[in-house]
């Protein structure tokens, strides 16, 4: 059974800075694109990263340039997101997703954790 | 960035009725493979999203054939033939052809 759970959420400060985790287990981790998504009561549901399988592929949203960064340790079987110099508006769930690729058809977001809540506030 | 507009915002709808919500994308989602990216999908009360259609029109494993999904390069729709309890929740579109992956701003489906 293909299971994702995401760690590491909480409240920080304004500036300040947290680690996202996501674990998974029931697939070949390496073989997938994998996704943060976060979704706020503001915006609603908004992509931030895409990584590739062998973590050399990395896309991010504008939103995040510069303050998040995203890697993945294969061997644990594990994605992350590194955030950094928080602000209010980073105040969301954010779900680590896998990307299925099969058939033919991509950009298939079949899997989703249930979601770490990241509270930015003084 | 793509633009995705839903409509409406929110859906009171009768069980057993039929439900409809649309979706427009600010520009075409053919991608240059012949694929159309468009993906809807369902967030229950208290769950993560899960995907119902991807590929605009591919029911996802375990999605009941009541939903399905149809469109254009712009247009695009999400049909429930037979509104049940179980659907209550908010339904996204969401378009992959182009980066940044975008999502529309959510529909809420409840019971009258």
């Known amino acids: 059974e293909v299971q994702l759970v995401e760690s590491g959420g909480g409240s920080v400060q304004p500036g300040g800075s947290l680690r996202l985790s996501c674990a998974a287990s029931?697939?070949?981790?390496?073989?997938?694109?994998m996704h943060w998504v976060r979704r706020s009561p503001g915006e609603g549901l908004v992509w931030i990263f895409s990584?590739?399988?062998?973590?050399?592929?990395?896309l991010h949203a504008d939103s995040v340039k510069g303050r998040f960064t995203v890697s993945r340790d294969n061997a644990k079987n594990t994605l992350y997101l590194q955030m950094n110099s928080l602000r209010a508006e980073d105040t969301a769930v954010y779900y680590c997703?896998?990307?299925?690729?099969?058939?033919?058809?991509?950009?298939?977001?079949?899997?989703w954790g249930q979601g770490t809540l990241v509270t930015v506030s003084s | 960035d793509i633009v995705m507009t839903q409509t409406p915002l929110s859906s009171p709808v009768t069980l057993g009725q039929p439900a409809s919500i649309s979706c427009t994308s600010g520009?075409?989602?053919?991608?240059?493979?012949?694929?159309?990216?468009l993906s809807w999908l369902q967030q229950r009360p208290g769950q993560p999203p899960r995907v119902l259609i991807y590929?605009?029109?591919n029911r996802f494993s375990g999605v009941p054939d009541r939903f399905s999904g149809s469109g254009t390069g712009t247009d695009f729709t999400l049909k429930i033939s037979r509104v049940e309890a179980e659907d209550v929740g908010v339904y996204y579109c969401?378009?992959?052809?182009?980066?940044?992956?975008?999502f529309g701003q959510g529909t809420k489906l409840e019971i009258k």
């Open positions: 997703v896998r990307e299925d690729c099969s058939g033919g058809h991509c950009k298939k977001f079949d899997y």
């Open positions: 029931g697939f070949t981790f390496s073989t997938y694109w």
């Open positions: 990584i590739n399988g062998d973590g050399k592929t990395i």
């Open positions: 520009q075409s989602l053919v991608h240059s493979d012949g694929n159309t990216y």
């Open positions: 590929s605009l029109s």
């Open positions: 969401m378009q992959g052809t182009h980066f940044p992956y975008t």
